[in-house]
Nanobody, 119 residues
């Protein structure tokens, strides 16, 4: 069973930076994409950034130029470097991945990590 484990959340002042990481526990045949989503209180979950297995990236307009997603293909880990954080970035951040494992193609989610930006 593939699992995604996030780390790196926390409390930071506006204008500061944080780095989130998401590790997998193996058993992966094909890593189609890894991504970060976030959900703020009272709001729907939204896509933040995605990186495909061949390295193509896409970002939400609200984070372009501030966040950078990267992936270590050898270790099947993904990171999100977040700079110039503002209070609107406060949310629970979830790692997401589409993985083929043991012949099954599925979407996986991590448990989430809280990011709080104070003014």
């Amino acid at each position: 069973q593939v699992q995604l484990v996030e780390s790196g959340g926390g409390l930071v002042q506006a204008g500061g930076s944080l780095r989130l990481s998401c590790a997998t526990n193996g058993g992966i045949s094909i890593l189609h994409h890894m991504a970060w989503y976030r959900q703020a209180p009272g709001k729907p979950r939204e896509s933040v950034a995605i990186i495909t297995g061949n390295g193509n990236t896409n970002y939400a307009d609200s984070v372009k130029g501030r966040f950078t997603i990267s992936m270590d293909n050898a270790k099947y880990t993904v990171s999100l470097e977040m700079n110039s954080l503002n209070v609107e970035d406060t949310a629970v951040y979830y790692c997401n991945a589409r993985i083929t494992s043991w012949g099954k193609d599925r979407i996986y989610w991590g448990q989430g990590t809280q990011v709080t930006v104070s003014s």
